[in-house]
């Protein structure tokens, strides 16, 4: 029961989305708990997903975007990425709540008679749950302010569970609770003119379970008018000065500095009567980091070749957001600004069929435009050809080359194949008998495979490696150890390592014990920057703290760029 709360003087923050999904309730959440943390107060964002997965691990990145990895090797949605870039903060597994979790948890407890005999119910015993995980998290965290988001949309029957939660938290702590309702306000073009109804709504929805907002964040195409204000004031039950503007902008760090335009912190600490902890604000460095964002005169075209990005008729990059975030960090730090292209790796495999016979791929050769070419982490078959002949291209015209997991294991498959000269060289995950299995299954990997046990079981999370010294890698990071983030089944085989060697690959990072390799790369003298991690560096990259390695990889980029104009 919300009562268990631990009675602590704590506040709860709940970020609840209306209208429609994807008005940026993550960016809106982390950007308030920046905020108050820029204010002196220790702040935990929290996420909360409704879908009864256990956890991100299983979804395909098409379903949901991209599955983000904690230090603590937790698969969890991408908003917990957002939380940790805004607040450069490594967030534990109590701030990432899903329904899955939930529901596990009191069926669990249920067949081990912990409800000891009573008849156990979505209601109250799922909030319950819910409210025992928030407090968990509070505790785990020391926080003084959580801010909680709730995943979907006001009117969803998933959520439910989680606003009747935060109901119940609001009935026994009024005074330290409240609701901040992210809703969206289009223009029509065929109207031209901004409209609240659909926030009204939203609002009426949220009334009938028992919940009144204390603030609205406006979101929508351009700046909420005087006029609107007013009418979402009278109409929507909330002061005019708590309706916060948040029209779209260029750069998502901008949005904590776009609500400070509308006082937003100092109106949330003054409802929670919490007074600022700081005589001056602590994000001068942000702003630095924003406005170097905004003014880089000078480009660098980056291409992500990439297979998560059809729906539908739409193509989406949500798949690859801490890939794209951790490339903006590098180019700010450089004084330069990156524009990304999508391209499809299935465009780059000429054998590939479309249903109606052969189909005529993109020309190859086109790829000589870009500065640098990424190929991120992924799954399967699709695309994997056309990403090998993408590889092979760049490391013989010597474009900067950067292969994030999937991506350094096809580098060394097509290393291999193409200079080593192993034909048939592949990954067993593609191929089970392919003639030389460089990418190979660990055999703790295998068993959990025959067991059909796919949940939280890759090699998950923050290990140690050792960067060997005069490598590019260690030029990088300039240390010898260090902790990477990793999500996959399958690592280079050590049976060719040697063999890999011999013919110019560098493994520059390994597992402590040498067992595993971490980075391959190709010597400077024989192309400018062709390098791979078995790991996922994006997910430790920081607005103010970039990941060398991409620091590195937009350095050549950029030397080639100027070379070529
Ligand atoms: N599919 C590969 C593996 O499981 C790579 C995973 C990834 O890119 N994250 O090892």
Redesign the pocket.
Same mark, same amino acid.
């Given at each position: 029961m919300a009562t268990n709360m631990k009675q602590r003087k704590h506040k709860y923050i709940f970020v609840i989305g209306g209208v429609m999904s994807g008005v940026g309730k993550g960016v809106t959440t982390a950007s308030i708990a920046m905020l108050l943390q820029a204010k002196g107060f220790k702040v935990n964002p929290i996420k909360v997903d409704p879908y009864l997965n256990v956890d991100a691990g299983t979804m395909n990145p098409t379903e949901h975007g991209e599955v983000f990895v904690l230090n603590s090797g937790l698969e969890c949605d991408q908003d917990m990425g957002n939380y940790e870039r805004f607040l450069n903060l490594n967030l534990g597994n109590d701030d990432y709540i899903t329904s899955g979790m939930v529901y596990r948890h009191v069926i669990d407890k249920e067949r081990a008679l912990g409800y000891k005999g009573k008849c156990v119910e979505a209601l109250p015993h799922i909030p319950n749950e819910i409210l025992r995980r928030i407090d968990r998290a509070v505790e785990t965290s020391g926080s003084d302010v959580s801010v909680i988001e709730v995943g979907g949309t006001v009117g969803d029957y998933q959520n439910i569970m989680f606003l009747e939660a935060a109901r119940r938290l609001w009935l026994t702590h009024r005074n330290d609770v409240i609701f901040i309702l992210v809703s969206y306000l289009p223009v029509p073009g065929t109207i031209g003119e901004m409209k609240t109804k659909p926030t009204q709504n939203a609002v009426r929805l949220l009334n009938s379970y028992g919940i009144q907002q204390d603030f609205i964040i406006a979101r929508g195409p351009v700046p909420l008018d005087e006029k609107r204000k007013e009418k979402l004031a009278i109409w929507c039950n909330t002061e005019a000065e708590r309706v916060i503007s948040a029209p779209d902008i260029e750069s998502i760090y901008d949005v904590p500095l776009n609500f400070e335009k509308d006082n937003i912190s100092s109106l949330i600490l003054s409802s929670l009567n919490l007074k600022s902890r700081v005589r001056r604000d602590g994000f001068e460095k942000w702003k630095k980091f924003v406005s170097r964002t905004k003014n880089a005169k000078e480009e660098l075209s980056i291409a992500v070749i990439g297979k998560y990005f059809d729906t539908g008729d739409f193509m989406l990059s949500d798949a690859y957001l801490s890939v794209i975030e951790a490339v903006k960090h590098a180019a700010a730090k450089l004084g330069k600004k990156a524009v990304l292209s999508w391209l499809n790796a299935k465009d780059y495999d000429h054998k590939s069929e479309d249903g109606l016979g052969k189909k005529e791929g993109s020309d190859i050769s086109s790829l000589k435009q870009y500065d640098g070419i990424i190929v991120? @982490? @992924?799954? @399967?078959e699709a695309g994997i050809e056309g990403k090998i002949k993408v590889i092979q291209f760049v490391r013989e015209n010597k474009i900067p080359y950067f292969g994030?997991? %999937? @991506?350094m294991?096809l580098a060394v498959i097509e290393y291999a194949r193409n200079v080593a000269g192993l034909l048939g060289a592949h990954?067993t995950?593609i191929n089970k008998e392919a003639l030389h299995k460089v990418?190979d299954i660990m055999p703790e990997q295998k068993k959990h495979m025959e067991e059909g046990k796919y949940g939280a079981t890759?090699r998950l999370g923050a290990y140690e490696a050792r960067v060997k010294d005069g490598t590019i890698a260690r030029k990088a990071y300039g240390k010898e150890i260090i902790y990477e983030r990793h999500?996959?089944? %399958?690592?280079v085989n050590p049976e060719y390592i040697g063999h890999l060697e011999k013919v110019g690959m560098i493994f520059s990072a390994t597992s402590p014990n040498g067992v595993l390799m971490e980075i391959a790369e190709l010597p400077r003298k024989i192309h400018p920057f062709f390098l791979g991690t078995q790991f996922?560096p994006e997910f430790q990259s920081r607005p103010l703290v970039p990941h060398p390695l991409f620091t590195e990889f937009l350095k050549s980029a950029s030397a080639r760029r100027n070379k070529n104009k």
């Open positions: 991120p @982490g @992924g799954f @399967g994030l997991c %999937y @991506g294991q990954t995950e990418i890759m999500r996959h089944r %399958y690592e996922h």
